[in-house]
């Protein structure tokens, strides 16, 4: 019975390395809202430990918010638009659910590592329109922590 179980679960793994090894090259409208969703689900856990008032996470929480930025823009200039951007991440969210952790945690990164190309790539206004965009999220995250103050 645990072969089986074992050989189920390597079996879902290696289909979803194959699917996940097929949206690297896939630079459509799909592959990039599941960049989004595999960015987002691994900037949560940051972005509630800045909200806490943990600073430590801050610069990693950053550089996935402007990957994630990088590629709504490319998205955005190739003309996907919100009512479809959103019906495209909600879908991706849901796929990601049930993929096995280990396929994608190699998703979010390589996903991270597109979004940093694409913003090394970018012009330098684009450069400054999407760090301008994350730093303010960022912030915007980080204020959500109010200070206890102790009376004395």
Do not use: W
């Not at 089986?4 to 679960?9: A, G, K, N």
């Not at 430990?49 to 490319?74: H, M, N, P, W």
């Not at 796929?95 to 979004?115: D, F, H, T, Y």
């Amino acid at each position: 019975m645990t072969f089986y179980r074992d050989r189920q679960t390597l079996a879902c793994c290696l289909i979803s390395m194959m699917a996940t090894t097929a949206l690297a090259a896939d630079t459509s409208h799909e592959h990039r809202a599941a960049c989004v969703a595999a960015l987002t689900t691994q900037a949560e856990p940051l972005a509630a430990r800045l909200k806490s008032g943990d600073r430590s996470v801050q610069a990693e929480l950053l550089k996935l918010t402007e990957s994630g930025f990088a590629i709504i823009g490319i998205a955005y200039q190739d003309g996907l638009r919100k009512p479809q951007a959103d019906q495209l991440l909600d879908t991706a969210k849901k796929v990601q659910k049930s993929m096995p952790p280990p396929a994608l945690s190699q998703l979010q990164a390589r996903c991270q590592i597109e979004g940093e190309q694409v913003l090394a790539d970018a012009n330098a206004l684009e450069r400054f329109l999407v760090t301008s965009a994350a730093e303010r999220r960022v912030k915007r995250i980080a204020e959500k922590h109010k200070p206890v103050r102790d009376g004395s």
